[in-house]
């Protein structure tokens, strides 16, 4: 009687491992491709949440005939401030409802205001960034990658109107002001913190 050979021959040791070799120098190839393309798409949402600040702050300029200010403030120490000028962008960013909650007959940390500022807005988060502040132990406060430009010469100013910026201390600017012209004038910029390192609001 015939019986039929069946060929037991499988991958060999040599063979295995040439295909691990082949498949790690594949994965090694493309993991930093993905790492680029995923740093690019970041970095292109950052800046798409630039560009929607600076549309929300000419809308904001349409409506009142000036541009926000960058902290309302009862003297020129920004750090004392009320209000914060992102505040009076919301409104012009589809964010109503947390502007319609926001009192401002209180400061930022007082009464109703401090459920209103825990509203997490992710146009003012860099997709890069996952920062946090803390205040009083324990209140994450209005969160934002981001700052409004106060000038170039104004890091912890407290001369009001004196940092040649377009958003200073309970300021009304005008497009006019702009000499420079918007295109040459920085308005926002990237001030994300490392997730690492925890500030302090203020």
């Known amino acids: 009687m015939k019986t039929h050979q069946y060929d037991k021959r499988g991958f060999t040791l040599v063979e295995l491992l040439v ?6 120098i594949l ?8 790492m680029v393309i995923r740093s690019t798409a970041r970095s292109a949402q950052c800046r798409s949440h630039l560009r929607s ?3 929300a702050a000419h809308s904001y300029e349409t409506a009142k005939g000036y541009l926000p200010p960058g ?4 003297d020129s120490n920004f ?5 914060s000028g992102f505040v009076y962008l919301l409104p012009h960013m589809e964010q109503t409802p947390v502007f319609e909650r926001y009192d401002f007959t209180l400061d930022w940390n007082q009464g109703t205001n401090l459920d209103v500022i825990t509203a997490k807005i992710n146009v003012f988060l860099c997709p890069a960034s996952s920062s946090e502040i803390n205040q009083n132990g324990g209140l994450v406060a209005g969160v934002t990658d981001y700052a409004m430009c106060k000038g170039d010469n104004s890091f912890l100013c407290l001369n009001p ?5 377009i958003f200073d201390i309970n300021s009304k600017t005008l ?3 702009i000499i420079d012209g918007k295109s040459n004038t920085l308005m926002f910029g990237e001030a994300a913190s490392d ?6 609001a203020t």
């Not at 902290?71 to 009862?74: M, P, T």
């Not at 750090?79 to 209000?83: A, E, K």
């Open 19 to 24: 295909v691990i070799a082949v498949i790690a």
């Open 27 to 34: 994965i090694g190839i493309l993991i930093p491709a993905v």
């Open 53 to 55: 600040m600076a549309v």
């Open 71 to 74: 902290v309302v403030s009862h």
């Open 79 to 83: 750090r004392t401030g009320s209000h």
């Open 161 to 165: 109107n004196n940092s040649r910026g």
């Open 175 to 177: 497009v006019t002001d």
């Open 195 to 200: 997730p690492s390192i925890t500030a302090e």
